[in-house]
């Protein structure tokens, strides 16, 4: 291989495994995030230092011109990383749905616990079930990710 | 009308996303036709005034702080009758399709059948007499839908899109748990499947809708139903179709990776 593309491609895992690094000391980034982050970094930088194994795994997949297997394998990270993402957004979409939905519960009882010390009838007519909170055990609702009481 | 036990309680779920020109209306049919049933509307996220003219209609309403779509509108809808301890819930759209007075009719149907947990409104059952005016495209979706899921869970289904539907305390607190996003009545069916709740289809009457925009416009129509497809092959092979107690939270993927 090429000595030039050796030494661009040794600087750019390093640098981009230092910039990883200093996203992370600086509480840019949470470690849970870094750490796929961390690793692709690693696995290129040691590619890209290691020449005879990057030479053994392109022969080992087919690949005629080892650099190449460097391109691909950073490429399995990116997609990676992207299915990673996705995943995390999917998290947050439905935490967030979740906060929606609570707030909307809170934002009702408190309405309607401020109607009734000011003195007014319930909106609602009729709300009889409503009245008195008909909460068992199984019944109450638990925040995205917390231990169920039935764990204890 | 039938008559209701006094020690049963009835919440009447309104899932409302831009409707002020017909909520009002909707909320003072269901206290008129259904006196016994407590109404809550779920505003989802609306731009106009929805809340307002459904709480000087009498209804309790939630806001969603932004607009979260069908599903957890109506998912809104279920924590709230589970936290409430409703016996029944059922879900009456904000823009008048549904018809308040067939309410008692669901009912009448689970207590002579108290081994159900779902009564579903069928607009198809009954063909001839009074056909629902739905655009082709979306009747073709819905016949797909209907077709896969009587095969799925072995049994007839003729309107799987329905949303007109009533539920016990057994199915409240399951969709309070996980309710599904897009056309959630189609995966909804699924979900009882796996969780051997019971489910029975009736007939009703629908009507077009009384005013405003419906949410599906055909474009995304065709979108929803690959996306829908989609959730019913996965949920099909979904191992534990239900987060258990003391399993996983119920959402979309585990932390990390």
């Known amino acids: ?43 290129l930088l ?40 996705s995943a995390a957004v999917s998290r947050l979409a439905d935490q967030s749905k979740v906060l929606a939905q609570r707030v909307a519960l809170l934002e009702e009882r408190l309405n309607e616990a401020e109607r009734r010390a000011r003195g007014d009838a319930p909106a609602a007519e009729g709300s009889s079930a409503a009245a ?21 | ?51 307002e003219v459904a709480h000087a209609a009498g209804a309790r309403v939630l806001r969603l702080p932004f607009n979260l779509g069908i599903g957890g509108a109506v998912q809104a809808g279920f924590v709230f009758a589970r936290e409430q301890g409703y016996d029944y819930m059922a879900q009456v759209d904000g823009d008048g399709q549904h018809d308040p007075a067939e309410l008692d009719k669901l009912v009448t149907h689970m207590r002579e059948h108290p ?52 539920y016990n305390r057994r199915a409240i607190r399951l969709f309070a748990t996980d309710y599904p996003h897009d056309y959630p009545e189609v995966e909804a069916i699924l979900m009882l499947h796996h969780h051997r709740l019971r489910m029975e289809e009736i007939p009703v009457r629908m ?27 996965v949920g099909l092979f979904r191992r534990r179709p239900l987060p258990e107690p003391g399993g996983g939270a119920p959402v979309a993927a585990e932390t990390g990776i």
């Not at chain 1, 291989?1 to 509480?27: C, K, P």
């Open chain 2, 207 to 233: 009507y077009a809708r009384g005013g405003g925009q419906s949410s599906i416009s055909s474009g995304k129509s065709a979108y929803y139903m690959v996306k829908v497809l989609l959730a019913l092959f």
């Open chain 2, 1 to 51: 009308m039938t008559c209701v036990r006094p020690d049963s309680s009835h919440l009447a779920v309104v899932p409302a996303y831009n409707e002020a020109a017909t909520v009002g209306d909707v909320v003072r049919r269901i206290h008129a036709d259904a006196p016994e049933w407590d109404v809550v509307v779920v505003d989802d996220g609306s731009t106009d005034a929805t809340a």
């Open chain 1, 46 to 85: 040691g590619l890209a230092a290691w020449r005879d194994g990057l030479e053994r795994l392109a022969n080992a997949v087919g690949i005629a011109y080892p650099p190449n297997a460097l391109f691909f394998v950073a490429f399995a990270f990116v997609l990676l990383l992207l299915l990673h993402f």
């Open chain 2, 115 to 166: 081994e159900l947990d779902v009564v579903c409104g069928s607009r198809f059952i009954r063909d001839n007499e009074h056909r629902y005016p739905a655009p082709i495209s979306r009747r073709t979706g819905i016949h797909i839908f209907a077709f896969l899921l009587s095969r799925f869970v072995r049994q007839p289904i003729s309107d799987p899109t329905s949303g007109f539907r009533l």
């Open chain 1, 1 to 43: 291989m090429d000595n030039r593309i050796q030494l661009v491609a040794i600087i750019g895992a390093a640098g981009l495994l230092l910039f990883v690094l200093e996203l992370v000391r600086r509480r840019r980034l949470l470690e849970r995030y870094a750490l796929l982050w961390l690793l692709s970094a690693l696995v």
């Open chain 1, 132 to 152: 008195g909170p008909a909460l068992d055990d199984e019944d109450v609702i638990e925040p995205v990710g917390a231990r169920r009481a039935s764990d204890r």
